[in-house]
Structure formats: structure tokens, C-alpha cells
């Protein structure tokens, strides 16, 4: 009896052990597009890996040129090509397309494009203080001095009791 529950708890142990064990599996189609960054800007560079592309290929996208990804060869069979994104490429989400060895996956929300900065005035129209900013900055000049004449007054005051 004593055996018995030995023996059931190693057969549990074994079979909770191989069946956390990664598997060992052959990539033989492309997998987990990763764009980096995942937000840019117009005109940066933009790294790209791809899992099971082992012979390298091509990526694609309306936001870059057709690309080429050279194998790193690493556990993953991974693949990796930088691009650069379009000067003129329009904001918002994009989508990148592999092609390795034949075998095609898309990723339609890789990477996402910002805008440029809109520069200028910023609404100003004159150089230099307007008559209201002057009229306002005279206003605020006067109470600052009444406020400050009553302080000294009141202390004046209390020196006397």
C-alpha cells in the first residue's frame, strides 16, 4: 500500500513535468510579427522580427518599401530587417506583411505612425504687450501697493497699543 502511493505520486510528478516541458517544434511558417517601436514617427526606423522564418524573406507595408529580413538563426528561427518608414506615410495603425519561403502572415495593427508637429505663432498676432496686457499688469501693479500700504498701516497701529 505504502508503494503503491509512492508509485502514484512519482507517475503524477512525471506527468505534470512532461507536460510543462516545452515542446521542441520545427518552425516551418512564419509567426509573431514584433515591430519596435510600436509607435514612430514619420521617417524613423523600425526594427522587425518574425518567428519560423528561418531562410530570411521580405516584409511590406503602405507605411515602408518592401524590406528584406536575414535570419538570426536562433531558437525561434528568427528573422530580422529594419525599415524606414515614409516621410509622407499617413497617421495612424499599419499593417506589416511577411513572405518567408513562400508562406505569407500579417500583422494588420503592427505599428502605429504619428504626425509631425504642427509649428508656429500659436495664435499670437502682435510683438510686445497690448494695451490690455498693459491695462491688466497696472491694475495688478496698484493693488499689490494698496494691499502693502494697509499692511504697514495696520502694523503702524499695533505698535501704538
Known amino acids: 500500500m505504502r508503494s503503491s502511493r509512492a508509485l502514484a505520486a512519482t507517475a503524477a510528478?512525471?506527468?505534470?513535468?512532461?507536460?510543462?516541458?516545452?515542446?521542441?517544434?520545427?518552425?516551418?511558417?512564419?509567426?509573431?510579427i514584433v515591430a519596435l517601436p510600436s509607435v514612430i514617427a514619420q521617417g524613423g526606423q523600425l526594427t522587425v522580427t518574425v518567428d519560423g522564418c528561418r531562410n530570411g524573406g521580405t516584409m511590406t507595408s503602405d507605411a515602408f518599401p518592401t524590406t528584406n529580413l536575414s535570419p538570426i538563426h536562433g531558437a525561434n528561427?528568427?528573422?530580422?530587417?529594419?525599415?524606414?518608414?515614409?516621410?509622407?506615410?499617413?497617421?495612424?495603425?499599419?499593417?506589416?506583411?511577411?513572405?518567408?519561403?513562400?508562406?505569407?502572415?500579417?500583422?494588420?495593427?503592427?505599428?502605429?505612425?504619428?504626425?509631425?508637429?504642427?509649428?508656429?505663432?500659436?495664435?499670437?498676432?502682435?510683438?510686445?504687450?497690448?494695451?490690455?496686457?498693459?491695462?491688466?499688469?497696472?491694475?495688478?501693479v496698484a493693488a499689490a501697493l494698496a494691499g502693502g500700504g494697509v499692511f504697514w498701516m495696520r502694523r503702524r497701529a499695533e505698535k501704538r497699543i
Open 13 to 32: 510528478a512525471v506527468a505534470v513535468l512532461g507536460l510543462s516541458a516545452p515542446a521542441a517544434v520545427a518552425w516551418d511558417q512564419p509567426s509573431n
Open 77 to 140: 528561427e528568427t528573422a530580422k530587417g529594419t525599415a524606414t518608414v515614409n516621410s509622407n506615410a499617413s497617421p495612424g495603425s499599419h499593417g506589416i506583411t511577411v513572405n518567408c519561403s513562400g508562406k505569407t502572415l500579417t500583422n494588420p495593427t503592427a505599428f502605429t505612425v504619428i504626425g509631425g508637429v504642427r509649428g508656429g505663432l500659436g495664435g499670437s498676432s502682435t510683438s510686445g504687450a497690448t494695451p490690455t496686457d498693459m491695462a491688466i499688469g497696472g491694475g495688478l
